[in-house]
Nanobody, 127 residues
Framework: QVQLVESGGGWVQAGDSLRLSCAAS????????MGWFRQAPGKERSFVAV???????????SYEDCVKGRFTITRANAKSTVCLKMNSMKPEDSAVYYC?????????????????WGQGTQVSVSA
């Protein structure tokens, strides 16, 4: 079992930056894949970024095309935390952002691949 708690959401203006954090507990954090998804009103939950560990113990990432070069996902295993740094934000980035976790997956991008979810944190970007 993994418990996830997001923080860091808020309101920003277009072009600003925001950093989301997700604190995990309950399982060997270093071995699980951690992802970020978002859901805007009236839309389905969509993939944003994921970070996984390969067989050699190194971490690697994957991003949705629309956030590549603007968003960065990182993790701090000592703190069981994963972060999403969002730069050059746009109004279309406005959504509820969710942290998700799953074990034994290789850069999963589908929401139904993840077993554990946080409660979500609202991000609003004004033009």
């Amino acid at each position: 079992q993994v418990q996830l708690v997001e923080s860091g959401g808020g309101w920003v203006q277009a072009g600003d930056s925001l950093r989301l954090s997700c604190a995990a507990s309950g399982r060997a954090f270093s071995r699980i894949s951690m992802g970020w998804f978002r859901q805007a009103p009236g839309k389905e939950r969509s993939f944003v970024a994921v970070i996984s560990r390969n067989v050699r113990g190194a971490y690697y990432t994957s991003y949705e095309d629309c956030v590549k070069g603007r968003f960065t996902i990182t993790r701090a295993n000592a703190k069981s935390t994963v972060c999403l740094k969002m730069n050059s934000m746009k109004p279309e980035d406005s959504a509820v952002y969710y942290c998700a976790a799953v074990g034994g997956q290789n850069l999963p991008r589908e929401a139904n691949s993840f077993d554990y979810w946080g409660q979500g944190t609202q991000v609003s970007v004004s033009a």
